[in-house]
């Protein structure tokens, strides 16, 4: 039974090129779990950076042709650019944040602070003077911007792998090439769509403290978070478009209907039998978050041919 709830799940890819397998996959799960649960459903084009031409059509194309619907309108970021800048005001004007001028290099070879977990930035620029300040703007580096922030971690609460406490360091909310970076882009927009449900890759979940503890510090309600495994190639790195044919464009073109890939991947959800041909419909019909496989999916694309 579905229930009238105002919250909303989202897709939000990044236009970078065609979805492939394990991105559809992903898709398909973010609108089982808000569908099922009576949500609005969003999407929203992630194309403040490496966009290729025409593949958000593209994609857009693909999610309705696997049987996928969405609330509109479709948002995209390069048309929100003001947003962003808002909530980069709001937050300097409360002394949260601070210029950096790290390169990544200097990030990485920085021995850590004294109480700074691997892999969080160590607070190098933190505390510079004006006159370091002015030294680096005179040797011509554009700076990012980064939160200040009060904590080290935060813990949020996801729907499949139950509370995950994770770092938060002062991360950069505005890119030296004055692109707004993603993880303040995704608190913003989420909150902007009535977002309070985030399905994603579990690739992600290690950024949901930051956006999560964020969100917090503007004054909005986390969402609640479901990362779903991805789908690994044979060496057990995450599927990529040079695995082979992977997406549904190069897999029509060798012979592999759309409606056979659906099948594939409810097989993969334990949706449906192997080779029963379904519709997104019925897999929503038989979604229960309970049985989904709490392992990755470990696809050859080669196998994919053959069915
Ligand atoms: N645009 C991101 C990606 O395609 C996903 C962001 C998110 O779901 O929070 O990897």
């Not at 109480?115 to 990012?144: I, K, V, W």
């Not at 399905?199 to 969402?223: F, I, K, M, W």
């Amino acid at each position: 039974m579905r229930v009238d709830y105002r919250g909303g799940g989202r897709y939000a890819p990044s236009p970078s090129g065609d979805l492939h397998i394990g991105n559809l996959r992903t898709a398909l799960l973010a609108w089982m779990f808000a569908r099922s649960t009576g949500r609005t459903f969003r999407i929203r084009m992630e194309d403040l950076d490496r966009v290729a031409a025409g593949s958000a059509e593209r994609q857009l194309a693909d999610l309705a042709g696997l049987g996928l619907d969405w609330d509109p309108p479709v948002m995209w970021q390069s048309r929100r650019l003001a947003n962003y800048d808002n909530a980069i005001s709001e937050l300097q004007g409360r002394g949260l944040t601070y210029t950096c001028y790290c390169t990544r290099r200097e990030i990485l070879e920085s021995p850590s602070a004294p109480h700074a977990p691997a892999g969080a930035y160590p607070g190098t620029c933190r505390h510079l003077t004006s006159a370091q300040e002015r030294a680096h703007l005179d040797a011509g580096r554009r700076p990012a911007i980064r939160l200040r922030s009060h904590v080290t971690e935060f813990t949020v609460s996801d729907a499949l792998r139950g509370p995950y406490t994770g770092i938060v360091d002062d991360f950069v909310l505005r890119r030296g090439d004055g692109i707004p970076a993603y993880n303040l882009a995704v608190v913003i927009d989420d909150n902007a769509q009535a977002v309070d449900q985030v399905v994603r890759g579990d690739d992600l979940l290690s950024s949901a403290p930051r956006q999560s503890y964020l969100a917090t510090t503007l004054g909005l309600t986390p969402p609640t978070y479901a990362h779903v495994p991805m789908v690994l190639n044979t060496e057990r790195k995450r599927l990529a478009k040079r695995d082979g044919a992977v997406t549904l464009g190069d897999l029509k073109a060798v012979g592999v209907g759309t409606p056979q890939v659906l099948s594939l991947i409810a097989n993969s959800l334990n949706l449906a039998d192997p080779g029963e041909v379904v519709t997104a419909e019925l897999m929503l019909a038989r979604f229960i978050p309970a049985t989904l496989p709490s392992e990755p999916w470990v696809l050859d694309p080669a196998d994919l041919l053959h069915h």
